[in-house]
């Protein structure tokens, strides 16, 4: 079995940065290659949707209306993986979930980290 851990939500005012980190742990992770490690969010009332990922060979992909403000990061030998979120708007306010499995499916996810932010 694979277990991701979210941590780094919190709440910050509109154009500050926050900085989330996912550790993914557990012998099934080790075998699955490549791999992609990412970030969804779900805000309230809304859908989930994806934020970034981030393959195991460095590809990465964005959401369109977030890919100026977002930076997704991996370390491979550490199975960790981190969102930067730099000028935070108002509708960026979600539950911020880390997800990770084989390229064709986000098998795995963690419990998910709120992040608030105020106008």
């Known amino acids: 079995q694979v277990q991701l851990v979210e941590s780094g939500g919190g709440l910050v005012t509109a154009g500050g940065s926050l900085s989330l980190s996912c550790a993914a742990s557990?012998?099934?992770?080790?075998?699955?290659?490549?791999?992609?490690m990412g970030w969804y969010r779900q805000a309230p009332g809304k859908q989930r949707e994806m934020v970034a990922t981030?393959?195991?060979?460095?590809?990465?992909n964005y959401a369109d209306s977030m890919k100026d403000r977002f930076t997704i990061s991996r370390d491979n030998a550490k199975n960790t993986v981190s969102l930067q979120m730099n000028s935070l708007k108002p509708e960026d306010t979600a539950v911020y979930y880390c997800?990770?499995?084989?390229?064709?499916?986000?098998?795995?996810w963690g419990k998910g980290t709120q992040v608030a932010v105020s106008s």
């Open positions: 557990g012998s099934a992770f080790g075998i699955i290659s490549p791999n992609v």
């Open positions: 997800a990770a499995g084989p390229p064709w499916s986000m098998k795995f």
């Open positions: 981030m393959s195991s060979d460095g590809k990465t």
